[in-house]
């Protein structure tokens, strides 16, 4: 398996509070990619980094925002948690470029009170 | 923006019969298509990519084709096992993003 670990794996927290999922990759990746999985609707992406502080917009991006200050760690902030924001988030890495997979990390549920 | 649309939503088959899983997606550029496996509260896997310049592609009792003419794919799984049930997801290029489809509930009963 690509070697891609979340911080937290679980976490509750409250509305307002503000929130960080971290994303570590071991594979030298160029590309990193947040998304959110709900039922009914598969994984939408969230952000996504290109490089070293290259970052841009996904589908979802509203009330994210991301950095990527190392090529081995993209971080997720929740500025201000909100309930529709409970979720299970999934990093994923790739090389980059077309025609190119991309391989996901284990999840982190979070759940937002 | 790409639009990527996935049927069934749920699939039941009998031990040893196919499953064939179709999507459709949107913008003609798109020229990278994956599946993945999902198991119950673990990671989506690869198990299988196609690219446009190829129409059919197997591995073991997998197989995708695509008809890029009618924007549509499809996944096929032959003599399926009880491990095979899981939720896939299809998926389509766009730049440097892929876009999934809403998933597929594959249950396979022994």
């Known amino acids: 398996d690509a070697g891609i670990t979340q911080s937290p794996r679980h976490k509750v927290t409250e509305t307002g509070t503000p929130v960080t999922l971290r994303c570590h990759q071991t594979?030298?990746?160029?590309?990193m990619y947040w998304y959110r999985q709900d039922p009914g609707h598969g994984l939408r992406l969230i952000h996504y980094?290109?490089?070293?502080?290259?970052?841009d917009k996904g589908e979802v991006s509203d009330g994210y925002s991301v950095s990527r200050s190392k090529t081995e760690d993209f971080l997720l902030t929740l500025e201000s948690a909100t309930s529709s924001q409970t979720s299970v988030y999934f990093c994923?890495?790739?090389?980059?470029?077309?025609?190119?997979?991309?391989?996901f990390g284990d999840g982190t549920r979070l759940s937002i009170l | 923006g790409e639009n990527v649309e996935q049927h069934p939503s749920t699939l039941s088959v009998q031990e040893g019969d196919s499953a064939v899983i179709k999507c459709t997606y949107s913008?003609?550029?798109?020229?990278?298509f994956p599946w993945y496996k999902q198991e119950l509260g673990k990671r989506p896997q690869l198990i299988i990519d196609?690219?446009?310049?190829?129409g059919e592609k197997k591995d073991q009792r997998i197989a995708v084709t695509l008809n890029k003419t009618a924007k549509h794919f499809s996944l096929h799984i032959t003599e399926t096992q009880p491990e095979d049930s899981a939720v896939y997801f299809c998926?389509?290029?766009?730049?440097?993003?892929?876009?999934f489809g809403p998933g597929t509930s594959l249950s396979v009963i022994p």
């Open positions: 994923a890495i790739g090389q980059g470029g077309l025609n190119q997979p991309q391989h």
């Open positions: 594979e030298n990746h160029r590309y």
């Open positions: 980094s290109y490089g070293v502080k290259d970052t």
């Open positions: 913008d003609s550029a798109s020229n990278y």
């Open positions: 196609i690219r446009s310049n190829v």
């Open positions: 998926a389509a290029s766009e730049n440097d993003k892929v876009i």
